[in-house]
């Protein structure tokens, strides 16, 4: 993939923090994937004004509904990472 070298300004202590989390992967690499991090969230939220203006904002019920599923799903992710089974599955 071609890169391009580019000069930005950010506070002393931020890079200080950075440089630390960085570490192995290299400041080049820590801030390219935050940069992706961010634009990938603001078209997220691009699409959700979208589906906002389509559909109307959402309900207290379907946010709450969203968020049971998030959870169950992380409880599935970390049964899985972690090797479990179900009481009923067998071993």
């Known amino acids: 993939m071609a890169t391009k070298k580019i000069t930005v300004t950010i506070p002393e ?3 200080d923090e950075i440089r630390a989390d960085a570490a192995e992967r290299g400041l080049s690499a820590y801030v390219a994937e935050a940069l992706r991090f ?3 969230r603001d078209r997220l939220l691009e699409l959700v ?4 203006e389509e559909h109307g904002p959402v309900t ?3 946010r709450a509904a969203a968020l049971t599923e998030l959870d169950d799903l992380d409880a599935e992710h970390e049964r899985r990472r972690d090797g479990g089974h179900d009481a009923g599955e067998a071993a």
């Open 49 to 52: 004004d979208w589906l906002q």
């Open 60 to 62: 207290g019920h379907e």
């Open 13 to 15: 202590d931020l890079l």
């Open 38 to 40: 961010k634009r990938d």
